[in-house]
């Protein structure tokens, strides 16, 4: 009797091992980076800890990705068509959750050591409904996000070291409490009927902080924005933007209307071009502008 106990112990005691050794092993795979090379996601998917991807990476249409607090994606170098630009990129079909908290944001940015600009090409949302950027970080990209024929929130994030902060055509969306500095653009759109909110922004620091290339009017509405420092122009008509832009309060870093009407590139730089309005100007910066 003593033997059998003994010998029922000593496979109790093996078993508990064997568990606790494969429980290790799962939290040390766990712990490892997934990697992602030209990979099609099919099915709903959950991101956590942190994602290498290489290559053009897709989100097939009816599938979501969530992206849980403190992911980091990092976006290897490849750059198969010697234009200088990296070719890592995520393109959503379906729809992206991307939901970081103020504490553990959620952070788009290069593998590179020394990165840089145009490490990456983009997070781009495409032909998606009801997707949502929340306390994110977007550096070193092309354009961090882009948004076409969707419908998304983008809010509290931060857009910084970008050839493109956002770039969007065709939507229906909200770009409300970010912090967008130091790229080349802020923000570019191809508006072509968009009804796009851009409201209670910070631009600071960027070349140029708005580029309406073409075809926006007045479904796109720009209020509340505190808009600064832009080293070449605060907004930049495109060659073929021919419509008039209504840009009416917002905080343009200055109350002397000459000098607001100096930063911009519109029809009194080139007569083929449209006018921005921009009075009434604000006459304080909006103090709840840009993330809280």
Known sequence: MGQREGARAMRIKS???????????????????????????????????????????????????????????????????????????????????????????????????????????????????????????????????????????????????????????????????????DNYYGIRCEANGSRTTIRKNRFNNNENAFFPVRKTGASVKVYDNNVENSKNYQVKLGQTQRENLDFANNWWGTTDPQQVAESFFDRGADLLLGKVKYEPILLEPVKDAGIQ
Do not use: M
Not at 50 to 70: A, D, E, H, S, W
Not at 115 to 136: G, H, M, R, Y
Not at 154 to 176: A, P, V
């Open 15 to 181: 078993f508990i091992i064997s568990v606790l050794v494969l429980l290790s092993a799962s939290a040390w795979a766990a712990d490892k980076p997934l990697y992602l090379d030209k990979a099609y996601i099919t099915e709903d998917t959950t991101w956590s800890g942190t994602v290498i991807l290489k290559g053009q990476n897709v989100v097939r249409r009816g599938v979501t990705l969530t992206i849980l607090p403190g992911t980091v994606i990092k976006f290897a170098w490849i750059d198969e068509d010697g234009d200088d630009i990296g070719d890592g990129e995520l393109t959503v079909e379906g729809r992206i959750i991307a939901k970081g908290t103020k504490e553990e944001r959620i952070l788009f940015t290069s593998a590179k050591d020394l990165p840089a600009p145009k490490d990456w090409t983009f997070v781009q949302i495409s032909v998606s409904k009801d997707s949502l950027i929340e306390n994110c970080i977007f550096e070193y990209a092309f354009s961090g996000l882009q948004i076409h024929y969707s419908t998304a929130t983008i809010h509290k994030s931060l857009f910084r070291n970008n050839f493109e902060g956002i770039r969007f055509s065709t939507t229906d969306i909200l770009i409300e409490h970010n912090d967008i500095i």
